[in-house]
């Protein structure tokens, strides 16, 4: 069975404007540097705070240990009159966020420039272990045709300044503003890979491999496949989901390059325009199905994604959850969805409560 690690970011935000504050470093003091097992530190800005689980092999072992940090993190910032929240851009923002003081992240904001005012930004990433950088090339391959149908599923910034986008993750679309970013290509084999990921630092504002932004891609320090296509997430059953479903389709990916079976191939263009596409409207409407290469109800191409992974689902103990995780989806909506609704029905008010409350749930 594949080991998978989560690593998560949130903002922290003032309670009444849902501003970000920049008091992480005060609240990460505040916690156990390696708090419910997992290793938490700064990120970015210095109104993040980003966490990694431990290793893991068990969808309940995540659970149980997300929902640990998410209530000693929920708690920390309290008394200050700010909330720790999970979406992956605040409701509202200032006009220049401050960043972390680090030398590397200095390094990036003089590399970033005016990209800096829009780039408050959170994510979700999943770590999947792999046996080496080969097979993760493999992996890699196989699994960028299902990106866009991961970040349909994972909408969780639909506020930008005040304001409704119209788009399930306005996250995704300040992303395009990066160096890199998007679907990673088809790669030969890890050599490929890694002379054609180094050939980028120093291009534009990428300083080093780790600023190399693409929605997967292989660790550079762990042996691991990232996928980084999701926004940061409300609460923890969305982002055990997400873990269940790219580990389905790592596993599925090495079996299916064990036996030399042709991976489904999606046009570069389309697949970019597909994650445009599916940034703006979630699980709402039609997404690109990569079995077809067409447009089709975004319940068929989600269905179509679960069934070619559903045999690594089942031998990872992981089928059960995804079918009821997703039955709670169509009901509840995706993350944008649920804020949508929290705004629309209470307000600015109505929507802090509604975050602070997800975090722990």
């Known amino acids: 069975m594949l080991t998978f690690g989560i690593e998560e970011e949130c903002f922290l935000v003032e309670r009444t404007t849902l501003q970000p504050a920049p008091i992480a470093d005060l609240v990460r003091r505040g916690l156990p540097a390696m708090t419910a097992g997992g290793l938490v530190t700064s990120e970015f800005l210095a109104s993040q705070i980003e966490r990694f689980t431990p290793i893991l092999t068990e969808m309940d072992s995540a659970t149980t240990d997300l929902s640990r940090f998410r209530a000693e993190m929920g708690a920390a910032p309290r008394l200050r009159g700010v909330i ?14 401050i960043v972390t003081e ?18 408050q930004i959170c994510a979700t990433h999943i770590h999947m272990g792999v046996p080496s950088r080969d097979a993760g090339v493999r992996a890699l391959n196989r699994l960028r045709i299902w990106l866009p149908t991961l970040m349909a599923l994972s909408g969780n910034s639909p506020f930008w300044r005040g304001s409704s986008t119209g788009f399930d ?15 990673p290509s088809h790669f030969n084999d890890a050599a ?31 042996p691991t496949l990232e996928v980084r296509v999701a926004d940061a997430q409300l609460d923890v059953e969305s982002r055990t989901l997400l873990a269940a479903l790219t580990r389905g389709l790592v596993a599925t990916a090495l079996d299916e390059a064990g036996r ?32 077809t290469t067409e447009l089709t109800p975004a319940r068929e191409a989600i269905t179509t994604m679960v069934r070619s992974i559903e045999g690594s689902l089942d031998d990872a103990g992981d089928q059960q959850r995804v079918a009821e995780s997703l039955e709670h989806l169509w009901r509840k909506g995706t993350g944008a969805q649920q804020q949508e609704r929290a705004f629309a029905t209470k307000g600015r008010s109505g929507l802090s409560a509604f975050l602070e409350t997800s975090f722990t749930s």
């Open 84 to 97: 720790a929240i999970g979406v992956g851009t605040p409701f509202d923002a200032s006009a220049l966020p």
């Open 102 to 119: 680090k030398e590397r992240y200095r390094n990036v904001e003089n590399g970033i420039r005016g990209v800096l005012r829009d780039h």
């Open 169 to 183: 993750s306005w996250r995704a679309v300040i992303m395009r503003r990066w160096t890199t970013t998007g679907c």
């Open 192 to 222: 490929d890979y890694d002379r054609r990921i180094r050939r980028l630092v120093g291009v534009g504002a990428t300083t080093d491999v780790a600023t190399v932004a693409w929605y997967g891609r292989l660790s550079e320090v762990h």
């Open 260 to 291: 030399d079976i042709p991976p489904l191939t999606v046009e570069p263009e389309l697949l970019d325009a597909a994650l445009w596409h599916a940034a703006r409207d979630g699980i709402r409407g039609n997404l690109l199905n990569p079995a």
